[in-house]
């Protein structure tokens, strides 16, 4: 087992698992990890197929800031179920009912404590916090925004990817899997170099799943990918972004391959508050949180920064 495995791999012992329930009555798997003498509370959202066990580096050092962390998996994956009859498909028709979710639970979570309150989105996370920012269906005192899934990344282009998905999700079942799923070597590594760089963190992400097969998420359906443009080409052009009041802190990687970077740079100049950083090629793929210990550095000191200031001690 690699150093960082041997680190990561467990949960805090002061790490709390439990459900939330939607108003729909559909259980979400929740994870706290509470500070003592809080400076403040952070719900911390990940990407599509995501679970909170991958973030525990980053989880963890926000935590020994103080500050206390949230987070539950999203509807149909990790522990919280699943919207397709096959569970290695991430199935989904309309985003709405992530951004309910996320409003949903808001209102109960900053009702259980103290503030402020700040919340992290990564990836399909931040598309889900950027979107209820715009829609006011959150109020947090700022939030972070991880390479944003704002508008997914094709060799197509965005007007032919939409098109093609649409044709493709219409054609037959729209819940089937929009590519195969392979176990292969050369699969897995050719996934894990699209996250991040980081041999390690990769190797880390793979011994959860294999800890808890469940878990584990594969392909997006086609009704997922046709939605994922159609909605990314909604938010990019939502009018509602340049009334957003929130300070925003975006941080974006270059040469991401699975969401278009050019996409969040034309957002964030959107954006009345928003600070962005870019990271270089050779520094990140789309996982910016969990790639090698320098670009975690730089990111998380822009993090603490913020946060800093959001506490009021910047």
Known sequence: MNSVTALSSRLPPAAVLGDWTAPDGWRHRRFDL????????????????????????????????????????????????????????????????????????????????????????????????????AEGAIDPAGAILSAPMIRVRSPFGAWASTRIARYMAGKGDPARPAWKWSDEQTAVERRRRRLTLDNARGQDERWWYDDKP??????????????????????????RLERVRTPVLMLVADADKLVDARASF??????????????????????????????????FATIDDFLDRMAGRG
């Open 34 to 133: 509470a500070a003592e003498r809080a400076r403040g509370r952070l719900l911390f959202q990940g990407g599509r197929s995501d679970v909170f066990e991958k973030y525990l580096e980053a989880i963890g050092h926000l935590h020994a800031r103080g500050w206390s962390v949230t987070s539950f998996d999203w509807r149909g994956q990790g522990g919280s179920g699943r919207l397709s009859p096959d569970p290695r498909v991430g199935h989904a028709t309309d985003f709405s009912v992530f951004v309910r979710d996320l409003a949903a639970f808001w209102a109960e979570w900053t009702a259980e404590g103290e503030g402020p309150h700040v919340v992290l989105g990564h990836s399909m996370g931040g598309h889900m916090t950027l979107r209820a920012l």
């Open 214 to 239: 469940d878990l584990e998420l594969g392909p997006p359906s086609w009704a997922w990918i046709a939605e994922a443009f159609a909605a990314g080409a909604a938010l990019e052009n939502d009018p």
């Open 266 to 299: 034309r957002v964030a100049a959107k954006l009345p508050r928003c600070e962005l950083v870019r990271f270089g090629a050779a520094e990140s793929a789309h996982e910016i949180l969990r790639e090698s210990l320098p670009v975690q550095a730089r990111a």
